[in-house]
């Protein structure tokens, strides 16, 4: 048995879905639970960022990564929740983290980040298209 059999049998399979739903989740729970906690910080940031409608974005932001990160971490509505927040991401990552009109350490620290988000972006992409496994709350 190679290595790709091995890892579609269950549980295993299932044990590297719930693996993979957690780490996707951990950056937007901690995320909505900080810009939550310390909202007029995240006003902000939004305002340094020239997010439009900060006074909207933020709250319907906070939302999304709180609901999303459950939703995603307890395996219900799994690819809704993950597609979501990858097309969230996708957009934040267009607007705040723009490298290709930066220079210098400006370029390199957004393009870094870009990347990150790229990773986690196909991370989501993947959740969406396989499921949560067979390890879900409910």
């Known amino acids: 048995m190679n290595i790709a059999e091995m890892i579609n049998q ?47 974005v933020l709250p319907v932001t906070i939302v999304l990564h709180l609901l999303g990160s459950i939703a995603i971490i307890s395996g219900v509505f799994v690819s809704e929740a993950a597609l979501l927040l990858a097309v969230f991401l996708f957009g934040a990552t267009a607007q705040v983290h723009c490298f290709w009109k930066m220079s210098g350490e400006d370029f390199v620290i957004h393009s ?5 988000n790229l990773a986690a972006f196909g991370g ?7 499921g949560p496994g067979s390890f879900v709350l409910f």
């Open 10 to 56: 269950e549980p295993l399979l299932s044990i590297i879905l719930l693996v993979a739903r957690l780490a996707a989740a951990m950056v937007f729970l901690v995320s909505g639970i900080d810009k939550a906690m310390n909202y007029s910080a995240a006003v902000a940031e939004f305002q340094r960022e020239k997010v439009a409608m900060a006074g909207i």
């Open 124 to 130: 989501l992409l993947l959740l969406a298209v396989i």
């Open 112 to 116: 870094r980040i870009a990347l990150v």
